[in-house]
């Protein structure tokens, strides 16, 4: 199976007599509060999806990340994984001290050893890893939400949140699933987004070349006009029950926060695949964009910055689909001759209004059992 990122799956979960005995001494450490997008880093730093990362970034680290899409040590890495806490908290904190890490309900799932604390320019990271200082960018608008320092450290978990819990499996967990159906060789899908017919395109021509097929949808924070990620689930379950092999797909959700940082977030996701044990990554057009902020296909492009062995795992480029009228198929500007007159395709924007709307896309967008599960699911959640 293909080696993790830096070559070791990292493990910071605590168990047994050191996890009760952490614990216990967790609740008098001074703590930091986490929202769920710190949560959700906690967890899959100390699960390995992030590896080689044991922790939040220290200022090396993450000025080189910023910079050049690398750690301090030359691996490439492409997003910072940061921790922010207020100054006045700072000033009451050392080097070395121990904190909790809390959630918003009050529960230690973790603790963080403090290496160091160092204030940040919110702009530089804006414009390095999101190309715009639009506030109207949900990931700009994040950045300058975030406090004014940046606390680093190794960290341990100490309990997984249930809420992540349900349908997600670590990297071990889906390393060792994988083995048991002796695939050498898999392809990864990213999603927001329930899976429509061009995405349904692109799964399948790439399941025609390798072994199976990981549907991997993100259901950490996203923006609020994305679909919630318990009716996506569903719309994934009745896809794969009725138009997929059940022996060569899988289907785990990845609990992280969408950053739509678009080209930098294309790597970062292919990076995090292949610690799920994913030999090949898909990437499409606009991958993890928003808006126009960046080109239709600068995620593909920007993979040609590094080497193949850099990266460690293989990019599977594909123009936008869609299903052409003529053709009487799904096909892309490689295997269609015909005009976009005869083609429907329709932006995740515009089928959102549909549904909320109450009008039903296109059989040729997406299959009718999907679309009867948003439609209905949209109208009970508005």
Known sequence: MISPHGGKLVDRVVKGKEREELLKKAHSYTS????????????????????????FMNQKDYLQVLKDMRLSNGTVWSLPITLSIAKELRDTLSIGEIVSLKGEDGTVYGTLKIEEMFE?????????????????????QKTFQKEDVYVAGPVKLLQLPIALLKDFQTPKQLRKRIEELGWSTVAAFQTRNPIHRAHEYLQKTALENVDGLLIHPLVGD????????EIRMKSYRVLL??????????LSTFPAAMRYAGPREAVFH???RKNFGCSHFIVGRDHAGVGDYYGTYDAQEIFTEFTKEEIGIEILKFEHAFYCIKCVAMATSKTCPHGDDLHIHLSGTKVRKMLKDGMMPPKEFSRPEVIEILMNEMKHDS
């Open 222 to 229: 996203t923006k609020k006009d994305d679909i919630p990620a």
């Open 241 to 250: 029950d009725e138009y997929y092999p059940e022996d060569r797909v899988l």
């Open 32 to 55: 930091i509060k986490l929202d769920s997008w710190g949560l959700s880093d906690l967890v899959l730093i100390s699960t390995g999806a992030f590896s080689p990362l044991t922790g």
């Open 270 to 272: 292919s990076i995090v």
């Open 120 to 140: 940040y320019s919110k702009e530089a990271e804006a414009l390095f890893v999101f190309r715009t200082l639009d506030k109207l960018h949900p990931g700009v």
